[in-house]
Nanobody, 124 residues
Framework: QAQLVESGGGLVQAGGSLRLSCTAS????????MGWFRQAPGKEREFVAA????????AYADSVKGRFTISRDNAKSTVYLQMNSLKPEDTALYYC?????????????????WGQGTQVTVSS
């Protein structure tokens, strides 16, 4: 499996912005779909956004629509998550994930490769 490494997390005030990056390394990367998920303490891991490598089809959770933007750079095998207008409730450990097929189901169990996560903390 490819290795996924996230970066870009940090501490930011409410209303601020952060950009997360996820770079794939190791064996040739052939994932069909890349996703961002997050998990806050005491809560289940939840879907945030996803993008397909080939045509760049996008999907977002309702809670981040209009504030977060997912994009990709195929040449760099990197996916980005631009997060604007951050809220304290966005505080979580953010994970990058990949799977080898296309589907409209973004349950975390359907993603086979995961990064180690990067912490995002939004202060009020």
């Amino acid at each position: 499996q490819a290795q996924l490494v996230e970066s870009g997390g940090g501490l930011v005030q409410a209303g601020g912005s952060l950009r997360l990056s996820c770079t794939a390394s190791g064996r040739p990367f052939s994932a069909a779909t890349m996703g961002w998920f997050r998990q806050a303490p005491g809560k289940e891991r939840e879907f945030v956004a996803a993008i397909t490598w080939s045509i760049g089809a996008l999907a977002y959770a309702d809670s981040v629509k209009g504030r977060f933007t997912i994009s990709r750079d195929n040449a760099k095998s990197t996916v980005y998550l631009q997060m604007n207008s951050l809220k304290p409730e966005d505080t979580a450990l953010y994970y990058c994930a990949a799977r080898a097929y296309y589907s409209g189901n973004y349950n975390p169990i359907n993603f086979s490769s995961w990064g180690q996560g990067t912490q995002v903390t939004v202060s009020s």
